[in-house]
Each structure stands twice: as C-alpha cells, then as structure tokens.
C-alpha cells in the first residue's frame, strides 16, 4: 500500500448505503468525520494531488510522500491513475475482504518478520524484558498492592503509558489476542478519527496507522508499543504493563486512549463488542468501522482529545 492507494481503502471500507449521498472519507485519510458530521455534500473535485493535500494528516506525512514522488514519479503517478479508476466505481462497491486480507498479510510482515521494527525508526527497545525495568526477585517479596504502588509511583514521571492489570482481565484478553490477533482502533481527533491496526505479537500490542501504512507499505514502523509482563500473573494477580511511542505521532494522551481500548474491545463482557474483534479477524466481509466509533462514542474514550466537541456542547 502506499499513499496514493487511498480510493481503493475507501471503497474498501465500506461506506454503505447510508453514506452513498453523503461526504465521502478525505483522500489518503482513513480519518472520517463524527457521526454527527456525516451529512455534509461531497464535492468530490479537484486533482488527486490537490485533494491528498486537503487532507489534515497529509503534512505529517508529507515528506514520504513527496520522496516517493521524487524518487519514483512512475509509482506515484500510476498509483494516482489507480486512485482515479476507483473514484470511478460505484460507490456501494465493496472491496473491503480484499483489503483486510492484504492488511493482515502487511501486518504480519510488519509486527512479526521486520524485527528491526522495535530497534530502528520507532526508536523501541528490542527485547524489552521486565528484568530491564524491575528487580523481580526483589518485589517478589512484597504484596501486589505493593508492587501496584512501586510501578505507578515509578512511571508516573514518565511521559508514557502504563497499568497494572488484574491477572483476570489479562488472562481473558490473551486468550482472545490468540484467537484474534489484530484489531481496527479509532483515535478521536478534532477533525473526526484516525484508523491504527493494533496487532499482536507474543505479549506486545503494536499500534500502526492505517495512513502509515499506505504511505511507507511493508516498511511501515510501529508508532506505538504496549509491553505486558505476565511474570507476576500467577503468584501475585497482577499484569505489569507499560509503552514505547513514537513522539512524532503521538502525544501521551493519544497513546493511552488507544491503550484503554484494548481491554474495551477484548475484556468486554459485552458480546456484541468481542463480535467487533472476531468480525475483524474471521468474517472480514461483515466488518464495519463505523460500529467501532460507536463503541468508542458510546465508553466515552478520547473525549478529551476532541475539545470542539466539548465546546459545542458548552
């Protein structure tokens, strides 16, 4: 994938009937409007260029895209052309098992084959192991409310995300992870929602935007890691949990609302919502975003990071 594929993952999404006389999702965004925004025409003009740059992620990534510009004006360009041939099709058409399998098969190269993916460009620790933050024999000794404390009081002037999980919750998540490894999130922002995949790797969640995803393809780095230690899950009840993120994409905030929907989508006690999770991963063809935003809507997650919103209401 890469930037310029950005019609295609539209029509891969889905809009469905009740989006077909409505705005469309901004070129290259994987960032749709909030429900309550939805009703606005689509004007659909202008270059494919032109409309990439409209979009409000485009100078986050605008230097990817324009080396691949440079470097291979051929690939943009016939990227481009492919943009243009979907734009010409129906707008119910849907593409979107076809998208999520070759998302799945990106995934797996991305999280799992590209082991330099935690070392190099996200700048992650490789191997980040729970002896390389606590003394585990030492805390041994002391009580789960004790540890709690120790690793609270620790991250706390940290500029970063963690938990302690109860060893319930944890255990209920993995089993699901190993049936359902990966998962569409929405990150709330002023302009509507961002898409990351979130995908398993042995205890490690890794995060990565859809949008990064078509702009750098396989090459795609995490910009978000959340590392579960279940050392302590037996003998003390307890699951440690803490994060690497890439600053330039994230803010803490962002990284923890993403971190708060993990146990939203997989400890839910809520079948309807655990049916997201195995949607997504086996029945690809039923899957629908907009069910994920409203997930998020209705648990309040990311309010916060969405001040117009709290302003309207004001």
Known sequence: ?????????????????????????RPLGLLIPPCRELAGPGSGQGSGQAELEENPFYGKYRHKIQELRRSSPEVFESRMEKRDEVKKQPV???????????????ARCIFFANSCMKTSKGGFTKDKTLDSILNVEMVKEKSAEE????????????????????????????????????????????????????QWSGTELHFTSLINIQTQGETAPSQLVLYHYPELQKEKGIVLMTAEMDSKFLVVQEAQCLANQ????????RSQTYELVETFNHRSSEFKYMSVIAELEQSGLGRELRPSQASDKS
């Open 262 to 269: 993990v146990p939203l989508f997989y400890a839910t006690d």
């Open 92 to 106: 119910g058409r849907s593409r979107q098992g076809e998208f999520i399998r070759s998302m799945e098969e990106k």
């Open 147 to 198: 540890i709690k404390q120790i690793w609270n009081q620790y991250f706390s002037a940290k500029d970063t995300v963690y938990a302690v999980i109860p060893a319930e919750k944890f255990e209920l998540m993995w089993k699901r992870a190993q049936k359902c490894p990966s998962f569409l999130y929405a990150l709330p922002r002023k302009e509507g929602y961002e898409f990351f995949v979130g």
């Open 1 to 25: 994938g890469a930037a310029a594929m950005a019609g295609p993952l539209l029509q891969a999404w889905g809009l469905g009937a009740a989006l077909r006389s409505r705005a469309a999702l």
